[in-house]
Nanobody, 121 residues
Framework: QVQLVESGGGLVQAGGSLRLSCAASGVTSAINNMGWYRQAPGKQRELVASITEGGSANYADSVKGRFTISRDNAKNAVYLQMNSLKPEDTAVYYC???????????????WGEGTLVTVSS
């Protein structure tokens, strides 16, 4: 049973920093992309950043230059360093992992339960 567990959320003042972590357990196959999504109250879930198995990163325009995604393939973990946080970054942040299987080369998406980030003005 694959499980993704996020940690590192909390309350921070505008301009501050937080580092989110996500560890995947129960993984028996290779992980393709990993990523972070967020959902603010009353809004749809949106992609924040993603990273390929090889380390190529992609960011939403709203976080470019402020957030950095990284991963540790040996630990099946992905991280999100968030700097210069703004009140509009307030949301529940979800970790995702696309795991590749022999009969499912496009992989299966797994999600964590989310961690709340609140940025006060």
């Amino acid at each position: 049973q694959v499980q993704l567990v996020e940690s590192g959320g909390g309350l921070v003042q505008a301009g501050g920093s937080l580092r989110l972590s996500c560890a995947a357990s129960g993984v028996t196959s290779a992980i393709n992309n990993m990523g972070w999504y967020r959902q603010a109250p009353g809004k749809q879930r949106e992609l924040v950043a993603s990273i390929t198995e090889g380390g190529s990163a992609n960011y939403a325009d709203s976080v470019k230059g402020r957030f950095t995604i990284s991963r540790d393939n040996a630990k099946n973990a992905v991280y999100l360093q968030m700097n210069s946080l703004k009140p509009e970054d307030t949301a529940v942040y979800y970790c995702s992992a696309n795991i590749r299987y022999l009969l499912r080369p496009n992989g299966i998406d797994y999600w964590g339960e989310g961690t709340l980030v609140t940025v006060s003005s």
